[in-house]
């Protein structure tokens, strides 16, 4: 662990943004979740995190009896839970997607403003934009504060790694054309949920879009070696260059692949829930 990514610590960003990583490391989180700070006078909480005493504690302390609003990028339970303690705490407004009926999800958040795309927050300090970036899950939202060019990309873009596409909401098709949509914005960084800040946004959206397009090809050269395959067998080939402890995790990758090749035709399943390549 790095002074930079210090459990509670706030790090100053720039002007208008702090962050504050969770103690919450692992294979899957990296460093742990950030959390972040926007604003001096009235803060804004951007991506609460999960609930743990000593992180909402912190956040407390940095917020100084200024928090204003939460906001969350998506409701995984890395990312929101601690937003009802803050809320307690502070009074703060809750802006969000509420949790769709999925896996994974935190039930209990609870927005008091439903964000949709494009929506803005205009306070003194910032203008902090909603653009609306399903794949990941269906109700992800990263949030650009226009002043600095800075995109919060929570579990859409991490730094170091790629993201879980998680079906059903979780959808490889848009997650790809989310990515593709952020080249319309102005960005001169990205502030992901994992990780350290992305100082190249065009480079990093380039490298992610080559690199789930490699991944898909992967998928149709795997169904061709195999023919008809179930995600047991499919997953040994298609991710091979992944250890095989998160097997159980790239499955539900594989899976939103396939549908994507499902929804262009190219790839089909039977009542088995097998999958081949359509016309072989």
């Not at 407004?93 to 439903?114: K, L, S, Y």
């Not at 650009?144 to 859409?156: A, Q, S």
Request: hydrophobic fraction near 40%; charge should be negative.
């Amino acid at each position: 662990m790095t002074d930079e990514f210090a459990h509670g610590v706030p790090v100053q960003l720039n002007s208008r943004v702090r962050r504050i990583t969770a103690p919450n490391p692992g294979v899957m989180t990296g460093p742990g979740t950030n959390t972040y700070l926007l604003g001096s006078e009235q803060v804004a909480v951007l991506d609460p995190g999960p609930l743990i005493d000593s992180h909402v504690e912190a956040i407390l302390a940095a917020g100084d009896g200024r928090i204003r609003w939460i906001v969350a990028t998506h409701t995984h339970p890395d990312h929101s839970p601690a937003w009802a303690p803050l809320k307690e705490a502070t009074g703060a407004e809750v802006i969000g997607a509420r949790p769709w009926d999925d896996m994974f999800q935190d039930d209990t958040f609870a927005p008091e403003v439903e964000v949709r795309h494009d929506y803005l927050l205009d306070t003194p300090e910032f203008k902090l934009r909603a653009v609306h970036t399903p794949g990941h899950v269906g109700n992800h939202y990263c949030y650009l504060v226009e002043e600095e060019g800075m995109l919060f990309t929570g579990d859409h873009i991490m730094n170091g790694s790629t993201v879980v596409i998680v079906p059903p909401s979780g959808d490889m098709k848009l997650y790809i054309e989310s990515l593709e949509l952020l080249r319309d914005y102005p960005l001169q960084s990205m502030a992901p949920g994992h990780g350290a800040v992305i100082e190249d946004p065009e480079a990093a959206v380039s490298w992610l879009v080559g690199h789930r397009l490699k991944r898909e090809k992967k998928v149709i050269a795997g169904l061709q070696t195999l023919g008809t395959a179930d995600l047991d067998a499919l997953v040994k080939v298609v991710y091979d260059d992944v250890d095989e402890s998160i097997h159980h995790m790239a499955k539900l990758s594989l899976t939103a692949h396939l549908i994507k090749l499902e929804q262009e035709h190219v790839a089909g399943r039977n009542v088995s829930d097998e999958w081949t390549l359509l016309g072989h």
